[in-house]
């Protein structure tokens, strides 16, 4: 059973940053890649982020380059989205994902889901 938990949320002001974690439990968590995506209120879930197993290799959508990293800690079961620059659009529910694919582009292989982390971007 694949359990994953995000925690770093907050509210924040434009311009500051923001760290999120998400710790994920199960076996085999550094064999598959992980994701970051979010929901804004009266809108569909996005992509955010995505990282390979090996966290070698990353791509983000377009709103967010520059502005946010993924990385992993595959000793730790964490994956990290460390954010930037907020704008206040950013504001949203942020999960993180696993996948059960090699691809980290692929998003129908992300199949497990965390609860959900609050950010809110003020202006």
């Known amino acids: 059973q694949v ?7 907050g509210l924040v002001q434009a311009g500051g940053s923001l760290r ?7 076996r085999s968590f550094g064999t598959l890649p992980m994701g970051w995506f979010r929901q804004a ?29 993924i ?7 964490t994956v990290y989205l460390q954010m930037n620059s907020l704008k206040p659009e950013d504001t949203a529910i ?4 696993r996948s059960i694919y090699s691809d980290s582009k692929d998003h129908n292989g992300y ?8 950010v809110t971007v003020s202006s």
Request: charged content about 25%.
């Open 3 to 9: 359990q994953l938990v995000e925690s770093g949320g």
């Open 20 to 26: 999120l974690s998400c710790v994920a439990s199960g």
């Open 41 to 69: 209120p009266g809108k569909e879930r996005e992509f955010v982020a995505a990282i390979n197993s090996r966290g070698d290799s990353t791509y983000y959508t377009d709103s967010v380059k520059g502005r946010f990293t």
């Open 71 to 77: 990385s992993r800690d595959n000793a730790k079961n």
């Open 94 to 97: 942020y999960y993180c994902a």
């Open 111 to 118: 199949r497990y889901w965390g609860q959900g982390t609050q």
